[in-house]
């Protein structure tokens, strides 16, 4: 079991940043794979980055590449999501995730975990 708890959202104007925090405890070893995911209100959940745990390689949507920025730090089992230039298309309730991805790290399937979520907020 991995237990995934999100901190870190807010309410923020345009252009402003957060950071967002997962911190995960458990047995993470059985996860090679952090994502993660947002959701707006009445749409679906969607993909938004993943970080391989093991080799640290990252990926991005192309809705949040060259302003989101996806990092870990082993030794706390915490995953980071820095969050620049937000834009209020943005505003979603944030969730992490832990999986083994192979290379299906966009799936929501290929996740296991999931943490409660926070929301953010960003107004115009």
């Known amino acids: 079991q991995v237990q995934l708890v999100e901190s870190g959202g807010g309410s923020v104007q345009a252009g402003g940043s957060l950071r967002l925090s997962c911190a995960a405890s458990?047995?993470?070893?059985?996860?090679?794979?952090m994502g993660w995911f947002r959701q707006a209100p009445g749409k679906t959940r969607e993909w938004v980055t993943t970080?391989?745990?093991?080799?640290?390689?990252?990926y991005y949507a192309d809705s949040v590449k060259g302003r989101f920025t996806v990092s870990q730090d082993n030794a706390k089992n915490t995953v980071y999501l820095q969050m620049n230039s937000l834009k209020p298309e943005d505003t979603a309730m944030y969730y992490c995730?832990?999986?083994?991805?192979?290379?299906?790290?966009?799936?929501?399937?290929?996740?296991?975990?999931w943490g409660q979520g926070t929301q953010v907020t960003v107004s115009s």
């Open positions: 995730a832990a999986g083994s991805c192979d290379r299906e790290f966009s799936r929501e399937s290929r996740y296991t975990y």
């Open positions: 458990g047995y993470t070893d059985s996860s090679n794979c």
């Open positions: 970080i391989y745990t093991r080799g640290g390689n990252t």
